[in-house]
């Protein structure tokens, strides 16, 4: 079974520091991986994700995140935080649903919510 | 032009009652699901359908019904509600198995008092 652990709940960095939400998986196969943001009152959305190929993998609004397959990791980093990125953040990997369902299964991690001081 | 609707937004009820939520999606996705985030964040899949086929049923309650009228659309009908169904429900899709994001409507802030 597939589990995500994000270490840290909460994570308050000042703006313009550097952002690094951390998020390790364990998996039994190579995982597809994912980030999604969540601002309040609102529903997810995706951030970035890596499936095959490049290991280090580029967002929206600046967000990257490495494969670490070594470390199983894919932590999230933003060089320089801005204010508008105070949101929860959620990482999760997904399984190969019913072989042929044509269908997956996203599992979450608890998230961690993002505070940028001014 | 929306592409994962919720109706309503907000849902406040009383304990016993039946309920439901909709969902539709104009992305032309084959595979909807169903979520449940609790009062701590977390979330967790409760259904998923693939071209209107039962796909994932997680541990869930059976007073917790969806339905999938057509491939747009994934309803959720809650009977005899109880304190604990409060909760902001999310629907979301994607696209085959091909496609590996999915993508999340606003969710459904339901409060049964």
């Known amino acids: 079974a597939q589990s995500v652990t994000q270490l840290g709940s909460h994570v308050s960095v000042s703006e313009g520091a550097l952002v690094l939400l951390r998020c390790n998986y364990s998996s039994s196969v190579p995982p597809y991986l994912f980030w999604y943001v969540q601002y309040p009152n609102q529903g997810l959305q995706l951030l970035l994700k890596y499936t095959t190929g490049a290991t280090l993998v580029k967002g929206i609004n600046g967000f990257e995140a490495e494969f670490k397959k070594s470390e199983t990791s894919f932590h999230l980093t933003k060089p320089s935080a801005h204010m508008s990125d105070a949101a929860e953040y959620f990482c999760a990997v997904s399984d190969q649903g019913l072989s042929g369902a044509g269908s997956y299964q996203l599992t979450f991690g608890k998230g961690t919510k993002l505070s940028v001081i001014p | ?113």
Not at chain 2, 2 to 15: D, F
């Open chain 2, 1 to 113: 032009d929306t592409a994962v609707s919720q109706t309503p937004k907000y849902l406040v009820t009383q304990m016993g009652n039946d309920k439901s939520i909709k969902c539709e999606q104009n992305l032309g996705h084959d595979t909807m699901y169903w979520y449940k985030q609790d009062s701590k964040k977390f979330l967790k899949i409760m259904f998923s359908y693939n071209n209107k086929e039962l796909i994932i049923n997680e541990t869930v309650p059976n007073r917790f019904s969806p339905k999938s009228p057509d491939k747009a659309h994934l309803n959720l009908h809650i009977n005899s509600l109880e304190l604990g169904d409060s909760a902001v429900y999310f629907c979301a899709s994607s696209s085959g198995m091909w496609a590996y994001e999915q993508y999340f409507g606003p969710g459904t802030r339901l409060t049964v008092t």
